[in-house]
């Protein structure tokens, strides 16, 4: 169905309501603390997952926001300060996660409600907290291993994210 985006195309939903969101939200005293609340309390609403992926939409704006208030220069100073910190916490969580710490990966997609997971307690948001700090951490590691310098693929590569999602729409036209 076109109102329920399934693959690689809710990104493209999703891209389109946080540019309408963003004019929102800049308007806010504390922007990305609303929105980091608002993702937590999308989970408790039964229904919104799939529909125009506006729960994902939801809980993803968070780390949209946070990319429109990062300035170039003070993230390139700050993941210099942090670097081995958020590289070892990226290796922890990755070697947990090899050795045998399960993680219900319907957490990670952002479409499924707490009761969906399996989470019927009137806390089930703080797990999602836990899942923007583990979310952030490893954003933050994955930043620190980027080279930042320009090179001859730079200007390519910048172009090939709407290329990649638009590929989805062709196969499964073509298929």
């Given at each position: 169905?076109?109102?329920?985006?399934?693959?690689?195309l809710?990104?493209?939903?999703?891209?389109?309501?946080w540019?309408?969101?963003?004019?929102?939200?800049?308007?806010?005293?504390?922007?990305?603390?609303?929105?980091?609340?608002?993702?937590?309390?999308?989970?408790?609403?039964?229904?919104?997952?799939?529909?125009?992926?506006f729960?994902?939409?939801?809980?993803?704006?968070?780390?949209?926001?946070?990319?429109?208030?990062?300035?170039?220069?003070?993230?390139?100073?700050?993941?210099?300060?942090?670097?081995?910190?958020?590289?070892?916490?990226?290796?922890?969580?990755?070697?947990?996660?090899?050795?045998?710490?399960?993680?219900?990966?319907?957490?990670?997609?952002?479409?499924?409600?707490?009761?969906?997971?399996?989470?019927?307690?009137?806390?089930?948001?703080?797990?999602?907290?836990?899942?923007?700090?583990?979310?952030?951490?490893a954003?933050l590691?994955?930043?620190?291993?980027?080279?930042?310098?320009?090179?001859?693929?730079?200007?390519?590569?910048?172009?090939?994210?709407?290329?990649?999602?638009?590929?989805?729409?062709?196969?499964?036209?073509?298929?």
């Open positions: 169905s076109f109102f329920m985006p399934y693959s690689l809710w990104f493209l939903f999703s891209n389109f309501f540019k309408i969101l963003l004019r929102l939200f800049t308007t806010l005293r504390h922007p990305i603390l609303v929105s980091i609340l608002l993702g937590v309390i999308v989970g408790y609403i039964h229904g919104l997952g799939g529909w125009f992926s729960s994902r939409t939801l809980v993803y704006f968070p780390f949209f926001l946070a990319g429109y208030y990062i300035k170039m220069d003070s993230i390139k100073k700050y993941l210099a300060r942090i670097r081995w910190f958020a590289v070892c916490a990226g290796l922890l969580i990755s070697v947990s996660l090899w050795l045998g710490w399960k993680i219900d990966l319907r957490w990670l997609y952002g479409s499924y409600t707490y009761g969906q997971i399996g989470h019927q307690e009137w806390f089930a948001g703080i797990y999602r907290f836990v899942t923007y700090a583990f979310e952030g951490i954003s590691g994955l930043l620190c291993l980027v080279p930042w310098k320009y090179s001859q693929i730079t200007e390519r590569g910048k172009h090939t994210l709407y290329v990649f999602l638009i590929h989805g729409l062709l196969v499964k036209t073509l298929l």
